[in-house]
């Protein structure tokens, strides 16, 4: 139980914390969790990034394959 929120939880309810502070800092914590993600997903040259509307093309066409297996 390693995760943000638990931290925040446990702050809490300790009462170090208040519900309005533990949201607004869920927020930040979280978001930088994404962007350290992503920037070690940018990293990995497997990986084949799509925009949107080329994501749900490809996903349309690849459901549709599986579909007539």
Same mark, same amino acid.
């Given at each position: 139980?390693?995760?943000?929120?638990?931290?925040?939880? @446990? $702050?809490?309810?300790?009462?170090?914390?208040?519900?309005?502070?533990?949201?607004?800092?869920?927020?930040?914590?979280?978001?930088? %969790?994404?962007?350290?993600?992503?920037?070690? %997903?940018?990293?990995?040259?497997?990986?084949?990034?799509?925009?949107?509307?080329?994501?749900?093309?490809? %996903?349309? $066409?690849?459901? @549709?394959?599986?579909?007539?297996?």
């Amino acid at each position: 139980m390693t995760g943000n929120i638990y931290r925040l939880a @446990k $702050d809490i309810h300790e009462a170090n914390m208040t519900i309005p502070e533990a949201k607004e800092k869920f927020i930040t914590l979280d978001w930088r %969790l994404a962007k350290r993600q992503l920037t070690w %997903l940018r990293r990995n040259k497997y990986i084949h990034w799509l925009g949107r509307e080329e994501a749900k093309s490809y %996903l349309e $066409d690849y459901l @549709k394959r599986r579909k007539t297996c």
